[in-house]
């Protein structure tokens, strides 16, 4: 069979099945191609001549195996290829942590402008799972110390998988903490996606993100516990100039009813996504009541 009968093919089979397209991709066509192009190593700007080459048996073989893993037992593609892109960047993936899709990315390829005027000299991505984040934001700014910080330690063993793939060992370093409580000093820069999903909501997720691990999703009962409690302690550790840029998904209605005192900036994106704001540092004191 060509490659490209074999993908269309196979993103029939995607969504005769009704699988979820939540984890990079939103549509069956394209998670086949995710499937297939990352499986066999390919370009994924190919030409339309080169993908209509023959499949050997044994990349057909392989093929079946993954797609047959997608559709019966729900696993997300990344997590069967071992890796997912993030920022125009590839990073390994696995169940140790959540697989990277956060609209955060478009900031980090513009810089975060105009909210930074500069490169920040230092720069947490806090509840970082498996530092794609904080690593992406170590490439755009190349002289910025960076520290990837998360509760979990799988976790953080993956971040240092990727960090070595990107070769940043010099520039990038990584902390065990339960949100701040184990880091030193200020940062210029502080990029936040921790659980944010409620219990209510957890128990209506589709099945994919059920491998996924539920210490990166779940935020308590209304979804912003770990949110709120980040936003009480980040006051201390921004440095004047400096900005939170916080993921809050699902429960952003949530948090600004919680915080009604005050205003977010909630950001708007090109290529889709929601619930990302950023307050700088005399919005968190105020927050904070400091």
């Known amino acids: 069979m060509l490659l490209q009968d074999y993908i269309t093919r196979l993103a029939g089979q995607f969504a005769a099945a009704g699988i979820y397209c939540g984890h990079g991709t939103n549509n069956a066509y394209d998670e086949a191609v995710f499937l297939v192009f ?44 071992g890796k997912a892109w993030f920022a125009g960047y590839e990073f390994h993936c696995d169940r140790r942590a959540l697989i990277p899709r956060s609209p955060i990315a478009e900031l980090i390829t513009g810089g975060f402008e105009p909210l930074l005027s500069g490169n920040p000299g ?6 970082c799972g498996g530092g794609c984040i904080g690593i992406a934001c170590a490439l755009r700014f190349p002289s910025s110390e960076v520290v990837l910080a998360d509760i979990s330690a799988v976790a953080l063993e993956l971040a240092r998988d990727n960090i070595r793939l990107h070769g940043l060992e010099e520039r990038v370093v990584t902390r065990q903490s339960d ?63 400096g900005w939170l840029i916080l993921e809050t998904g699902y429960s952003a209605d949530e948090l600004q009813n919680h915080f009604s005192e005050s205003s977010f900036l909630w950001l708007e994106f090109e290529h889709g996504g929601a619930g990302v704001c950023a307050l700088n540092h005399s919005k968190l004191k105020k927050l904070a009541g400091k």
Not at 122 to 127: A, E, F, K, M, P
Not at 191 to 198: K, W
Request: charged share 25%; proline share 7%; aromatic share 6%.
């Open 38 to 81: 990352g499986s066999l190593g390919l370009d994924y700007l190919l030409s339309v001549a080169e993908q209509n080459r023959e499949l050997a048996p044994a990349e057909a073989e392989r093929l079946e195996q993954l797609a047959r893993a997608r559709i019966r037992q729900r696993i997300p593609t990344a997590y069967l290829l």
């Open 179 to 241: 949100l701040f409580a184990a880091l030193a000093g200020d940062f210029d820069l502080i990029v936040a996606n921790p659980p944010y999903v409620s219990r209510e909501e957890l128990e209506r997720l589709p099945p994919e993100y059920r491998h996924e691990p539920a210490l990166g999703l779940d935020g308590g009962a209304d979804g912003i516990d770990i949110v709120a409690r980040l936003l009480e302690q980040a006051a201390n550790r921004l440095g004047p100039g």
């Open 122 to 127: 230092r720069i947490l991505d806090l509840c």
